[in-house]
């Protein structure tokens, strides 16, 4: 099957969820990795696409997703929810058209998003 490729990135990334200290240097958000693989019905994406993009683009208009895009080979890809409850992740996820209709399926887990701590000065640095 030809692949569609398909990829949203929200903004204000840093901004919708709470930063913690981290290893040294560093801020970290706890987030949670949704990494979606072909299903039983993998076949039938290309009918169910658009509902995907839009389900995906109203979470993030709602502020729970902040990045969604497709692996480079093969059907799947991963998106990055800004929630700390895996319950609730699985409930936004399982309304995704393409979870429903069993075109994929996916495994979650907690991740710790982490990046440079861009507020310390250079005194704090060391």
């Known amino acids: 099957m030809p692949?569609?490729?398909?990829?949203?990135?929200?903004?204000?990334?840093?901004?919708?969820?709470?930063?913690a200290p981290g290893p040294e240097?560093?801020?970290?958000?706890p987030v949670v990795v949704v990494?979606?693989?072909?299903?039983?019905?993998?076949?039938?994406?290309?009918?169910h696409v658009q509902g995907h993009l839009d389900h995906l683009r109203a979470q993030m208009k709602a502020g729970n997703l902040i990045y969604a895009g497709p692996f480079e080979e093969g059907l799947g890809g991963l998106s990055i929810y800004v929630l700390d409850d895996l319950a609730e992740v699985d409930k936004?996820?399982?309304?995704?058209?393409?979870?429903?209709?069993?075109?994929?399926?996916?495994?979650?887990?907690r991740w710790r998003m982490c990046r440079p701590d861009d507020s310390q000065t250079e005194d704090d640095k060391g």
């Open 3 to 19: 692949a569609v490729v398909v990829a949203i990135v929200a903004s204000g990334v840093w901004a919708l969820a709470e930063e």
């Open 25 to 29: 240097g560093m801020v970290c958000r």
């Open 92 to 109: 936004l996820v399982s309304k995704d058209p393409v979870v429903a209709k069993k075109v994929l399926t996916y495994s979650m887990r």
């Open 35 to 47: 990494e979606y693989h072909a299903g039983p019905n993998a076949d039938r994406f290309r009918d």
